[in-house]
Structure formats: structure tokens, C-alpha cells
């Protein structure tokens, strides 16, 4: 839930923190920290993440409160980052991570942990996020070092030169190994995304990798990168992917769509590979629904 509010004469000159838990009655001063330490306050607009911050009469402060509990850290292991030269680095992204900033947060997300590892390194680029993974979806994700490398990277994602490999965990079996749903994509409702004629052009390869006459294992090969592309294919399919209960899959311990590799050639033209290994949780799913042995 966002809130906002305009501050008046009686907050000119004060610390942010005290204004914040003056101004919203359900926040105390120890969460008005914990609010703007995690990116969750914008005054006049801006994010600030000063606690000390001035106010001044006739600012606007808007907070972003969380569900209990919503909030976590984001601390990854060492081979979490999955490749790095002098162009870019690959992240292995968890599930229910945000790829980027929200009005709730900024530190939690990958982006804010792309930002602390260029800052470790001695660079002040910040975290520039060319694609995007859904929150529940883990795997690869690709960020540029500097602004040159961006724009080339974004090049690469937008003329469809990047390679991507997904495996997901779907209800059904499919009627053929191999398919491709080439449904145009457009927004239906909040969050909310479907197949229509009057959508943006998509285009998917499947195939099948593994299955019983209840789930299957299926990679995916997006040719576009439309929002929720390969859930509203399989969707459409009449597979949902297991977990995903926007579009009809079964409850699960998260969603099982993983993004397995991206693959690509560099600047040089060498051939680039870079591979993210499954999860605990989605091996563990594989094996309750049969796909591998225990």
C-alpha cells in the first residue's frame, strides 16, 4: 500500500524519520527507519533513503508499507554470480526476488545487490536492468558494467540475438514433443496477461523434456520478450506452470519457471554460454511429481 501526504509548517526543518512516524499514524519511528533504509520513502517524488534527511513545509512524502514479513534481505553465495568479464556480469537470480526497484524497496532486490557488488569492485555504475525476470521466476540474468555495454546489450535483447533457455514445470502432459504457440500478447487486467489479436507479436518454442500422464517438464525458447510470455503460452496450452496461480497452475512452494541459460556472442564474436543450475525447491517439486527419482 502506498501512502501519501503533504507535510505543513509545524515539520519545516525536521529529520525525516520523525516526520514520517508523526505523519502516518500506524508507523513508528523504528519501522519509519526500517522504511527508508529499504528504499520505501520518496520525498517530493525522489527515493530517500536518509533518515536524517531535512524536511522542509509543503514536501511530499510517500511510503510504501509492506505485508508483515514481506520484506527480506537479499544475500547471495559466491557462485551466485555465474560469469564476469569487462563488458557485463551474470546473477543467479532466486525466486521471489524482485528484479529491480519498487515503490517498497530498493535494497532486496537484485538490482540493489548488482549496485553493492559494482561498488565493492570500485565502480560507481549503477545497476542498469536491461530485462527482467518475473519475481518468482529464478536463473539468469545479465547486467552491464557501463553505459557503452548497456546500449549494445540492449541491442542484442531487442533485435532477439540472445538465446534463452527456460524449464518449466507444468500440469498436463502436452499433445506433441515439440510446438510453438505464435499468439500475440497484450494486458487483460492488473498484472494480468493473455492472447489476443489486438496484442504485441510472440512467438515461443516448446519442447518436451520429461513427463507422466500428470506433469511434464518443458523447455522453453522465447523469440520475443513479451511480459509473462511463457506463462500465458503454457497457459493457453492448457499447461500452467506449476505454482503459478495467475494463470492457473497448482499451489507450489514457489514458481516453477527457471530461465536455465542465456546464450550469445560477445563484442569479439566469441560464443558466450552461461548456464544457472536448478534450485532445491524445483528439484525437490521434480522428484513429489515424479519427473526424476528419488
Keep these: 500500500m502506498i501512502i501519501r501526504k503533504t507535510t505543513g509548517k ?6 525525516l524519520d520523525d516526520v514520517v512516524a508523526q505523519l502516518f499514524e500506524a508507523v513508528s519511528k523504528s519501522e519509519a527507519r526500517r522504511i527508508i533504509d529499504r528504499g520505501g520513502c520518496a520525498v517530493n517524488s525522489s527515493m530517500v533513503r536518509v533518515a536524517s534527511r531535512q524536511i522542509k513545509s509543503g514536501d511530499i512524502i510517500e511510503i510504501g508499507l509492506m505485508e508483515q ?4 534481505e537479499l544475500i547471495l553465495p559466491s557462485e551466485a554470480l555465474l560469469y564476469e568479464d569487462d563488458q557485463l556480469i551474470a546473477v543467479d537470480k532466486p525466486a521471489g526476488i524482485n528484479t529491480q526497484r519498487t515503490p517498497y524497496q530498493l535494497k532486496g532486490t537484485l538490482e540493489f545487490w548488482v549496485s553493492e557488488y ?5 565502480s560507481n555504475e549503477p545497476a542498469r536492468v536491461i530485462h527482467r525476470l518475473d519475481r518468482g521466476t529464478s536463473g539468469v540474468m545479465l547486467f552491464p558494467k557501463h553505459r557503452q555495454a548497456a546500449a549494445w546489450l540492449s541491442k542484442r535483447f531487442h533485435d532477439n540475438q540472445m538465446e534463452k533457455h527456460y524449464l518449466a514445470l507444468v500440469c498436463g502432459r502436452p499433445e506433441y514433443d515439440e510446438w510453438a504457440v505464435d499468439g500475440a500478447i497484450g494486458k487483460v487486467g492488473p498484472a494480468l496477461y493473455g492472447v489476443m489479436a489486438e496484442g504485441r507479436s510472440a512467438l515461443t518454442e516448446f519442447t518436451l523434456l520429461a513427463g507422466n500422464d500428470d506433469y511434464s517438464l518443458i523447455e522453453a525458447l ?3 520478450g513479451r511480459t509473462h510470455q511463457i ?3 503454457l497457459e493457453y496450452s492448457g499447461l500452467p506452470i506449476v505454482g503459478d496461480a495467475t494463470y492457473g497452475g497448482e499451489p507450489a512452494s514457489r514458481l ?3 530461465c ?3 546464450s550469445f556472442l560477445n563484442q569479439a564474436g566469441l560464443a558466450i554460454k552461461i548456464k544457472a543450475p536448478l534450485d532445491n525447491r524445483y528439484i525437490n517439486c521434480l522428484k513429489e511429481k515424479g519427473i526424476v527419482r528419488n
Design 231 to 233: 506463462r500465458v503460452h
Design 118 to 122: 559494482f561498488r565493492k569492485q570500485g
Design 10 to 15: 509545524e515539520f519545516e526543518g525536521r529529520r
Design 69 to 72: 514479513g514481506r520484506f527480506l
Design 260 to 262: 536455465a541459460g542465456i
Design 256 to 258: 516453477m519457471l527457471h
Design 222 to 224: 522465447p523469440q520475443t
